[in-house]
């Protein structure tokens, strides 16, 4: 089955960084779009980053030149480097990917930005 296992998260300054990891399974990974997404406290979930199974990237305005995804095919993983962290970034980010046009979501992992 498929699974989306996120870690990384955790609680840092401001100003600081965090690399989020999200290890899949249960899917051809190489040939799947990933992406991630945060909910903040109140908020409604919100896209963030995406990548193409070809590399290609997106990025919300918001965290655009501060954040980076990237995959890693031979590990089936997928990251989100954060980089210049703001406390308005603090939420559980997901991971997600569509097969056959159904959505999966991992459990989400916590960042906490500090001010």
């Known amino acids: 089955q498929v699974q989306l296992v996120e870690s990384g998260g955790g609680l840092v300054q401001a100003g600081g960084s965090l690399r989020l990891s999200c290890a899949a399974s249960?899917?051809?990974?190489?040939?799947?779009?990933m992406g991630w997404y945060r909910q903040a406290p109140g908020k409604q979930r919100e896209w963030v980053a995406s990548?193409?199974?070809?590399?290609?990237?997106l990025y919300v305005d918001s965290v655009k030149g501060r954040f980076t995804i990237s995959r890693d095919n031979a590990k089936n993983t997928v990251y989100l480097q954060m980089n210049s962290l703001k406390p308005e970034d603090t939420a559980v980010y997901y991971c997600?990917?569509?097969?056959?046009?159904?959505?999966?979501w991992g459990q989400g992992t916590q960042v906490t930005v500090s001010s």
């Open positions: 997600t990917t569509a097969i056959r046009g159904r959505n999966y």
């Open positions: 249960g899917f051809i990974f190489r040939l799947n779009a």
């Open positions: 990548i193409t199974s070809g590399g290609s990237t």
